[in-house]
């Protein structure tokens, strides 16, 4: 498993932390090359009261197209109320 904490956006007032939890290391690096970056020190600090938002990549498992509105092995699913998104068969 990689988590790789990061944060997206430029401006500092409107920058969301973000923690991206996947198990394909070419997701992380992938992932790790599109957050802003910052020294680990500042990072712990930065999420000690956790992230603003949380990817979790299963890429490797498929969704089941046999699912009622399912129609494919890939699914892209957020939640903005709990600030998650789940991404399966990628």
């Not at 046999?66 to 892209?76: G, L, Y």
Request: glycine letters at 6%.
């Amino acid at each position: 498993m990689f988590v790789i904490d990061g944060y997206a956006g430029w401006d500092p007032e409107f920058q969301k932390k973000c923690r991206i939890i996947c198990s394909r290391p070419y997701h992380a690096l992938f992932i790790k090359q599109m957050l802003i970056r910052d020294n680990e020190k500042s990072l712990e600090d930065s999420f000690k009261n956790g992230p603003d938002f949380t990817v979790i990549n299963g890429g490797e498992y498929y969704a089941d197209p046999n699912t009622e509105d399912m129609s494919s092995r890939t699914s892209i699913a957020v939640n903005f109320k709990q600030k998650e998104m789940v991404i399966l068969g990628s």
